[in-house]
């Protein structure tokens, strides 16, 4: 920099603007840009200055909308609007060097949450539970995938820790974040039924990382080769704030829904105590409604927003921040508040952290300045293409449901790409599997959880025929090497499912056909899947009906309660009522019913509004007549509750349960990890010395 004058660049039109301009104006709306042109010295020409302002002038009164419109594209978004007028702009934009500061702490945040998220979300501490049983089911996203031997698979645990250690220590990064991602996306399409919005935003994030330089601060690659530390281009910022901006934008336009918004899908949860200070002012229903439903809805759609408008960030970042930290409280979802956290500096700049490190003085940087070029090259411009395509990719994806129309049921796809958080909560209450030996139609009936702990295949068709045809793969290996200890006499065997589950609030109802042989069931990625039943909506208008009912049955006394049931025309429900089981009742609240006990030679046609009482330890069916589907509920009081309660001469001290349990989580992580680390020793012992591994056992009948 010098003192003297230099002149002035004649003024760019809106049609010609040349890289370095744009660069320049964005760098000043992002606080720091380390962008250098080689100008020369000279005099100034006052009156050609004076020609060119007045030029500049008379276009902005030409323009008035244009630059109206780019002012408050300025204000809402913090970057020039011109910078994406064509794609050269665009890429110019993309490729001015900033500081790589900011994104190598995120860089190490985000290496140290997959640390943790390995021992727990991708179910390191059990992976002898996970991996360790040769009939154990897992639910691939394509059908060819398949684990590998339980020592084996220990070793991809092995690397994917190493590359997240060499993620955090920005140690041969490049490699650390390959080894990692290959992975963490077979774990992850290994098993959809473990699938969630935040396990595949942590694999896109660290994909994304793979093409960054985020090793250039803070990491020992930058220690050990300081010709590293250089200016980072933007777009390695652009595409991860871009993955949080939809992260948060589409999980709001979801919540933008009847189903969201009527207030169902999260209920009770106002008496966590972090809503406590709400308490004061609201009872509980208004803070589920309110509080929980829609402002949850309008802060997920427009917080990305204020984050990114410079007038608004500060105000909106303390109530970034007390979302993720009242989640981590409220939900079991892992490190996904902190790696949420850990992404809110990135919208403050790029060398704050060198502002930090230097207490207030000036920081002083450890690389030369890069001159931009005035326009972008063939590479950059295809790299910006990518990015582009990147951008539509996952724009698109949330919604390209009406394609794999297979994998829809109650809800539209997958949960995992949708970013639909939380706006689903399910109950299941009955889940049955039924075998039949089709050579003398015996009848067999399997514990639901034999092969798997998992259930979301209770809810999704695609899982449902995957879990059926590994049962089948199963009794055909125990029938060949244990003949005599199987009921069964054939492999020609038909396996039902009969799973009763409710959505949000609904009446109990039936996820799949049960007449339907999973075996040989039709299922299609791109059709829809005709034994799978739909979402019973035309009996959404008695949920409120159904609170009222079940608010008035549980105040009756501590041991009553109340389950609501619908089902399909023509379909029969078989239900045994428990011994332990008294005062039940049976009544009609929609549609026509025929009721028959096994104790009991006739049947009953019941109607809207008709009751029947029930015997205890016998066995009734229910089937649904006529054309439209029928509801109903029953109502019973437990007996073994109270007659537990009646024998305790004192009440046993409720233990107090701290608000905050930090201590107690941490030792439970502590143990887990313990545990992970353990099944890592014991794999890689085994494969070398073959030393052998301790194995938990899971009961099946």
């Not at 039109?13 to 104006?25: I, L, P, R």
């Not at 208004?286 to 427009?302: E, P, Q, V």
């Not at 909506?537 to 049955?553: F, G, W």
Request: proline share 6%; charged share 20%.
């Amino acid at each position: 920099m010098t003192n003297s004058k230099r002149k002035q660049p004649p003024t760019p039109k809106a049609s010609d603007t040349s890289c370095t301009d744009s660069s320049e104006k964005s760098a000043a709306t992002d606080e720091v840009s380390y962008t250098t042109e080689s100008q020369q010295e000279n005099q100034p020409d006052n009156d050609k200055e004076k020609e060119e302002e007045e030029e500049r002038k008379q276009r902005e009164k030409q323009l008035p909308e244009s630059t109206q419109t780019a002012q408050l594209f300025k204000v809402c978004f913090g970057h020039e609007l011109h910078n994406f007028k064509n794609l050269n702009s665009f890429t110019c934009w993309l490729q001015r060097p900033v500081d790589g500061a900011a994104l190598g702490v995120f860089r190490m945040l985000y290496g140290a949450s997959m640390l943790i998220d390995i021992a727990e979300e991708r179910g390191g501490g059990q992976l002898d539970v996970r991996f360790g049983e040769p009939q154990h089911c897992h639910f691939p996203l394509f059908n060819g995938m398949r684990a590998l031997e339980y020592p084996l698979m220990g070793c991809v645990y092995l690397c994917m820790w190493l590359g997240a250690l060499g993620i955090m220590l920005g140690y041969r990064f490049r490699w650390s974040c390959l080894t990692f991602i290959s992975c963490y996306w077979y774990i992850f399409l290994l098993d959809k039924p473990a699938w969630n919005n935040h396990s595949y935003l942590f694999g896109l994030v660290g994909t994304l990382l793979l093409f960054t330089q985020a090793h250039s601060y803070c990491s020992l690659d930058s220690w050990l080769k300081p010709e590293l530390r250089q200016p980072v281009p933007y777009w390695n910022y652009f595409i991860i704030k871009f993955q949080f901006f939809i992260l948060y934008m589409y999980a709001g336009l979801k919540k933008f829904s009847l189903e969201w918004l009527s207030g169902y899908a999260m209920s009770s949860l106002s008496e966590h105590w972090v809503f406590a200070p709400f308490r004061q002012l609201l009872d509980g229903e208004l803070i589920d409604l309110l509080i929980i439903h829609w402002f949850t809805a309008i802060f997920d759609f427009s917080i990305a927003f204020f984050m990114t408008c410079e007038r608004t960030r500060l105000f909106a970042t303390p109530f970034m921040i007390s979302f993720h930290l009242m989640n981590s409280r409220l939900f079991v979802i892992g490190m996904f508040p902190w790696v949420c956290l850990a992404e809110v500096p990135l919208f403050f700049g790029f060398s704050w952290p060198r502002r930090i490190h230097s207490l207030g003085k000036s920081a002083k940087l450890p690389f030369s300045e890069k001159p931009v070029q005035h326009k972008a090259g063939f590479r950059a411009q295809l790299r910006s293409c990518l990015i582009l395509f990147y951008c539509a990719l996952q724009l698109f994806l949330p919604y390209s449901h009406f394609i794999t129309k297979g994998y829809n049921n109650w809800t539209n796809g997958l949960y995992g790409y949708s970013w639909d958080m939380m706006v689903h909560s399910y109950d299941t209450v009955l889940t049955s599997i039924k075998i039949v030996d089709n050579e003398n139609q015996q009848v067999h009936h399997l514990n639901p959880y034999a092969f798997t702990e998992y259930d979301r295949w209770t809810k999704f068709a695609d899982m449902a025929v995957q879990y059926a045809k590994c049962i089948e793969r199963n009794i055909h290996e125990d029938l060949a090497k244990h003949p005599q200890n199987s009921p069964l006499t054939s492999t020609n065997i038909s396996i039902y499912f009969d799973i009763w589950c409710s959505m949000n609030g609904r009446f109990q109802q039936r996820t799949f056909d049960p007449r339907m042989d999973l075996l040989r069931a039709p299922w299609s990625p791109f059709k829809s899947t005709p034994w799978s039943l739909p979402l019973l909506n035309e009996l959404n208008h008695m949920r409120p009906k159904l609170k009222t009912i079940a608010n008035e049955v549980l105040a009756w006394n501590n041991y009553s309660d109340v389950i609501f049931v619908a089902d399909f025309p023509g379909l029969t429900l078989s239900n045994f009522i428990a011994p332990a089981l008294y005062n039940c009742t049976l009544t009609i609240l929609e549609g026509n019913v025929r009721y028959k006990s096994a104790n009991d030679e006739e049947s009953y046609f019941l109607t809207a509004g008709k009751s029947i009482g029930l015997e205890s330890n016998a066995t009734h069916t229910v089937t649904t007549i006529g054309q439209k589907p029928a509801s109903y509920l029953y109502t019973y009081v437990n007996r073994t509750m109270q007659e537990e309660e009646s024998l305790l001469v004192e009440p046993i001290p409720a233990k107090e349960r701290p608000i905050l349990p930090i201590w107690r989580e941490l030792k439970q992580r502590v143990a887990n990890y313990q545990q992970f680390l353990m099944h890592l020793a014991n794999c890689v012992l085994y494969l070398v010395y073959d030393v052998p591994i301790p194995m938990s056992v899971r009961e099946r009948n």
